[in-house]
């Protein structure tokens, strides 16, 4: 597993197109969101704003690294030139564990741990306008419900992400007034983050552990 916090921008922009995206093809908007959801702490001192990854986009195209020929405006892709040479000078920190991706597939796997009665309706659903949902949700009351994990620390940046994403499904699929509420699951307490969530009675705050079990004999 890699740490995407440590990771250079340019190197976190192609791990993303190459890892993430099986076409190796995604919108500007989605580029920013996941760097700038991979990155929190650099977010919360002032880094990694959309007009600076935004710009390495543009560098990255003027280097031949990425493309956006053929493709729709804002669309970016590995270029054909990215070869096995490239990637090995990929700076990809190895020395540490990211849950976030696992968390995922975890929760999508069983929804009604987060809440009784919750169904998945899609994982990593792409709004395509306004950014990509970790998981997409309905409750026993068939209102939508939007699930946001963070890995580690969270900023409060992201009550405005979920927010954003709340909004969206409001406006385009919530057709019959289904009520659209968020969940924001992350490791550890963050005091601007519940500060922001406190004040918002259709955004919950939950939280999630990881424990790890050594035994002498094997399970079951």
């Known amino acids: 597993m890699v740490d995407l916090e440590k ?6 922009i192609v791990f993303y197109l190459k890892t993430e995206k099986k ?17 929190p702490e650099h ?12 710009s390495y986009l543009n560098k990255l195209k003027k280097e031949g690294i990425l493309s956006t020929e053929g493709l729709e405006k804002g669309y970016y892709a590995l270029a054909g030139e990215f070869d096995e040479e490239e990637e090995e ?5 190895s020395y540490s564990v990211s849950l976030e991706k696992d968390l995922i597939n975890y929760l999508a796997s069983d929804p009604s741990q987060i809440e009784q009665g919750l169904e998945l309706q899609e994982k990593e659903y792409d709004t395509k306008s306004a ?8 409750d026993r009351n068939r209102d939508f419900v939007v699930v946001e994990t963070k890995k580690g620390k969270e900023s409060d940046k992201v009550v ?19 009520n659209v509420r968020g969940i924001i ?9 519940d500060y922001a969530v406190s004040v918002n009675d259709n955004i919950q705050l939950m939280y999630y552990e990881v424990k790890f079990v050594v035994r002498d004999t094997a399970p079951g």
């Open 160 to 178: 405005g992400q979920i927010q954003r994403y709340m909004g969206w499904i409001n406006r385009n699929l919530a057709k019959n007034c289904e």
């Open 89 to 93: 000078n990929i700076e990809i920190p």
């Open 131 to 138: 950014g990509r949902i970790d998981l997409m949700c309905i």
């Open 185 to 193: 699951i992350v490791n550890e307490f963050d005091e601007w983050l």
């Open 7 to 12: 990771m250079r921008v340019r190197d976190l």
């Open 43 to 54: 977010v919360k001192k002032g880094y990694r704003t959309a007009t600076g990854i935004t």
């Open 23 to 39: 076409d190796h093809t995604a919108h500007r908007d989605g580029i920013i969101e996941y760097v700038r959801r991979s990155q």
